[in-house]
């Protein structure tokens, strides 16, 4: 997994996305989808690529810390999907806003819940911090 790790670089994950990015200006050149379509693909496969690199940062997350830190990480992963991806579906048919809004509201609240309950299991307190003024 460390490998894995080491090789999806920021920049390369920057190079996939271009790659993709002009192999869909072939693709629609070729007649396969349109710009709106390949759009909308091109976005959920960043959000895709950018949860692959955020779960690849659990590799560096110590087994004491996976609780508060590892649990962060994988919090704003899902977060992104479910913000990035599950709109761009509903722009490419798979559902309708309304269940958009269903999925968006209730994986927020299930995150929502699962955080309290990390919070109390790992350190039986939750941190409150001052904001800068």
């Known amino acids: 997994m460390r490998t894995i790790a080491q090789w ?7 190079l996939i996305q271009a790659f993709l990015a002009a192999a869909a ?8 989808g349109t710009d709106g379509q390949w759009e909308q693909l091109l976005i ?3 959000a895709a690529l950018g949860a692959i690199a955020g779960l690849l940062s659990l590799v560096n997350v110590r ?9 962060a990480i994988v919090r704003g992963v899902i977060y992104m999907l479910a913000t990035v991806a599950s709109p761009a579906l509903v722009a490419l048919g798979f559902y309708s806003d309304a ?4 999925i968006v509201t209730g994986i927020g609240q299930g995150i929502t819940v699962l ?6 299991f790992a350190n039986g307190q939750q941190q409150k911090y001052a904001l800068a003024a």
Do not use: K, M
């Open 8 to 14: 999806f670089t920021p920049e390369r994950r920057q």
């Open 25 to 32: 200006v072939l693709a629609v050149q070729f007649g396969y």
């Open 44 to 46: 959920i496969g960043g």
């Open 63 to 71: 087994v004491a810390d996976w609780a508060t830190q590892g649990w």
């Open 99 to 102: 269940v958009n809004e269903q």
């Open 115 to 120: 955080s309290a309950a990390i919070a109390i």
